[in-house]
């Protein structure tokens, strides 16, 4: 092979990481394991500092070594951070802080290149990726003690207003890494210390305590300045818009996800904060977590494709099948599912397709993949849990809500008695006893949520604004992160929409789209095979990366908005869908997903600290795959099941929204994601298929018999919901557009009424009767006014005769 990696043995090898690269699902797919994939706030900490940078950075990262090394010269100092001492070493952070503050920006930026070398742990001294982690760690705590946190956040305010790059940016054909050097310099710094502080957090027994509380008040709060998560989600806009086309989202949105994660909270906070609340509104606990649940579940089977199908037809006429129907199917097993349905054919008893979700037998290929995992060093991922051995039966607890109560009673009544009582929940008279056993079961199944009580208590403020005052509003992370995003939160949705499409796999290059490759293309192509298939990784791997953060950032946003005020949900909700989300996501979903979720856009021997620690291999064909034998990509999963969870939210208990799943044709495009064996990833799936079965007609539920047992067996049953029939009331097309009006109109008297100082119902004001306070009223007249003020006098009021008697006549 020569110099250039194009030599004949490199050449098959290429051929066939490109071709794997794009296999069609339909190949190998029917035998994929269960993924043993364990859904988290984020993935491993290695990993999520490791996707920070690019691959076509790795060059820069000896700049960094460089500038250490210059400024310890001057300094006098050797150039190794090990052999300082403590004071030195303080001393040094203190000297580069003064630093950042001189005019020259190369000296500014030199200082900061130094910063960043400290925070990336002092790797070229290091023998091993655990030290250099070590390392990381005290350094970062030192730096933020030292105020570099902020002096960095300073430095990103003058670049976002360094207008100059901006118009150099603007005028180039094709933006490129160099355009966009100093901002990954100091959000680099930033995401470090971030992500390190987060990881701390994570970490019941850390010693750093009093710095990540103080470090999470810090960014949750803002003083006088703005909060850094809203001038984030300001470049955010500012780069869609095309006035800063140079910015490098990508580390703008690791960073904006993992500073909401830390001064927010992830999953556990928001479990804790709603029990929390559950117990101060006087609500009873809550006893299952959707999560915790989800992660006890075995994944099913996929049901049949169209080609399975038809495949099926044409052995069923060309060999006898074999008899199993007197067998115990289970549906965990693809092979064992097929013969099922090959015995079966489509018109058999539907009994056989149930979906056995608790059967103790599990594929056999997985033991093989789980081996390979196990082996996989390099990646080191959340552990694999022991699998919890689940109960036969039903996973979840049936709910009912008092709407659904009320229903009940009211058809009862109208049935056995003849009229209605309105507002009487109690009264049975007159009633069979089975309706008394129904409402009592009711009652005992009935859950509550806080989003029912906020609702109650803003329709009671509507209806009576001067007897019921509302509670002073608790200066919570979230209500101040609310505030601050109120004013502009439509145009943020509508930015990380469109990155979110930008990122998607299945997006078509256009000419109008913009351009997130700016902080991965570099100023020159590639001139071998070998260097366009490392660009081609890493530009897959940058858009997934991206994709991970818009997901969990939206999914952020909506939990703790929804906890906090179900209207703070329901306006970003609202926004999310007038921004054409729901097709989005669906969009996200049209594609190959097998591919996806098992995609291999990495190159570990080049993922960070990695590539700088240690003899580096030469890159070639076979290095590319060093380490590679993951069975699944954590971020793509962590993708998908955020994407789901989104349209969960935006769609639960919303007609017109579910309309516009069925309107989309969604059905099938869940159904072949249903081939991901996950289970979480199931679950959601079929929640949002149960929702619109009721539309989807006979024939649909007729020839999808499967798909409705594994939502019978994996998703909550709600008594007295028909989902499978199309029998409910509300399910009328007329009332859609007017259920969306009313519920904007709700959300839009909220936020006047608490988030704006001028008021609205003028009708219910305070009227002033006193004369002196009316007359001192002041009011700004103008220069001209002044000036001629006894001309005014003279013409208006001495002039004119005001005939007093009159006036009163016309009113009596």
């Known amino acids: 092979m020569d110099s250039n990696g194009n030599g004949k043995r490199g050449l098959p090898k290429l051929r066939d990481i490109l071709r794997r690269q794009r296999q069609d699902s339909d190949g190998g797919c029917a035998d994929s394991p269960d993924l043993e994939f364990v859904y988290d706030d984020t993935d491993s900490h290695t990993n999520e500092i490791a996707e920070l940078y690019s691959y076509t950075e790795q060059p820069e990262l000896q700049m960094n070594v460089k500038a250490f090394e210059d400024q310890m010269e001057q300094y006098a100092l050797p150039p190794s951070w090990q052999r300082l001492s ?44 655990a030290e250099q982690q070590q390392w990381t760690r005290s350094n970062v705590m030192l730096l933020y003690e030292m105020g570099v946190f902020n002096a960095f956040t300073d430095l990103l305010n003058i670049e976002i207003e360094n207008s100059a790059a901006a118009h150099v940016a603007m005028r180039k054909l094709a933006v490129s890494l160099a355009d966009s050097q100093d901002l ?25 305590k009093s710095q990540i509380e103080s470090f999470s008040n810090e960014i949750a709060t803002s003083s006088g300045d703005e ?59 809550q006893d299952e977590d959707t999560l915790d649940i989800a992660k006890t579940m075995r994944a099913s089977s996929p049901p049949a494709s169209a080609s399975d199908l038809l495949e099926a037809q044409n052995q069923k006429r060309s060999s006898r099948p074999i008899r199993r129907s007197l067998m115990k199917q289970s549906s965990l097993d693809d092979h064992e599912s097929l ?31 789980q081996q390979m995992y196990n082996n996989y060093q390099h990646r080191p991922s959340t552990p694999t849990p022991t699998p919890l051995p689940a109960p036969r039966g039903l996973p979840w607890k049936p709910k009912v809500r008092q709407k659904d109560i009320d229903l009940f ?45 906020q609702i109650q208590a803003e329709e009671a403020i509507a209806r009576n604004p001067l007897s019921n005052i509302e509670e002073e509003i608790e200066a919570t992370p979230v209500e101040i992160l609310y505030q601050a995003m109120l004013p502009n939160l439509p145009q943020y949705m509508i930015a990380l929409l469109k990155i979110l ?74 926004h999310l869908v007038f921004a054409n989300c729901i097709p989005l996501v669906l969009k996200f979903f049209n594609q190959n997903i097998m591919v996806y979720v098992g995609a291999k856009n990495m190159i570990p021997i080049l993922d960070f ?154 009708d219910y004001e305070p009227v002033d009767n006193c004369l002196s306070s009316v007359l001192g009223i002041p009011h700004d007249l103008s220069d001209n006014f002044k000036k001629h003020y006894d001309l005014w006098l003279e013409q208006e009021v001495f002039n004119n005769s005001i005939e007093w008697e009159r006036l009163l006549t016309e009113f009596v």
């Open 409 to 453: 009673l009211e058809n009862a009544r109208m049935k056995f008695v003849g009229y209605n009582i309105q507002g009487d929940r109690d009264s049975l008279a007159g009633l069979p006893q089975p309706i008394h056993e129904g409402v009592k079961t009711l009652k005992e199944h009935m859950y509550t949520s806080l989003a029912e009580l």
């Open 609 to 762: 600290p990695s590539c700088v620690i240690g003899d580096q291999p030469e890159l070639t064909a076979e290095s590319l795959e060093i380490g590679d034998a993951a069975p699944y990509s954590w971020r793509n999963i962590f993708s998908c099941i955020n994407l789901l969870r989104i349209l969960n939210k935006l769609t639960k208990w919303k007609h017109s929204r579910i309309m516009m799943l069925v309107v989309f044709k969604s059905a099938p495009i869940l159904k072949r994601t249903l081939k991901v064996r996950h289970a979480m990833t199931q679950l959601y799936v079929l929640k949002l298929l149960k929702m619109q079965t009721k539309y989807l007609g006979r024939q649909w539920r007729k020839s999808n018999m499967k798909t409705i047992s594994a939502i019978y067996s994996k998703v909550r049953h709600r008594l007295n919901d028909d989902w499978a029939f199309g029998n409910d009331l509300d399910a009328r097309p007329w009332d859609f557009q007017a259920e969306e009006c009313a519920l904007r109109a709700s959300v839009d008297r909220f936020n006047n009424r608490r988030y704006t100082n001028s008021p609205k119902e003028l």
């Open 86 to 129: 403590v004071s030195q070493r303080k001393s040094v952070v203190m000297k580069l802080l003064d630093q950042l503050e001189v005019s020259s920006k190369p000296m500014r930026m030199r200082a900061a290149r130094c910063m960043l070398y400290i925070a990336q742990g002092c790797w070229a001294e290091m023998q091993s990726d």
């Open 501 to 574: 499409l930008a990122a998607a796999p299945t997006s078509k290059a256009k000419t109008d789209s913009i351009n997130i490759m700016a902080d991965v293309l570099p100023e020159e192509m590639p001139m071998t095979v070998l260097q366009s298939m490392k660009l081609g990784i890493d530009v897959n791997r940058h858009k997934e990366i991206i994709v991970k953060a818009v997901s969990a950032i939206l999914l952020l946003l909506l939990k703790h908005f929804k906890l906090n005020h179900i209207y703070q949900f329901e306006f970003m909700s609202q």
């Open 227 to 285: 909060l850094l998560v809203v001038k984030l989600l300001g470049m955010v806009t500012r780069f869609c818009s095309g006035a800063a086309p140079h910015f490098p989202m990508k580390k703008v949105l690791l960073l904006l996800w993992k500073l909401i994660l830390v001064s927010l909270g992830g999953m556990n906070t928001l479990k804790n904060l709603k029990a929390e609340k559950r117990a101060k509104a006087g609500l009873p606990p």
């Open 184 to 208: 990954r310099v100091i959000l680099s710094v930033l995401y470090t210390i971030t992500e390190v502080i987060r990881y701390e957090k994570a970490l019941e027994s850390s010693e750093y």
């Open 339 to 369: 013969d099922m349905e090959l015995d079966g054919g489509i018109g058999s008893d539907n009994g056989d397709d149930i979906v056995d979700e608790y059967d103790s037998r599990r594929p056999t290929e997985f033991g093989e993949n």
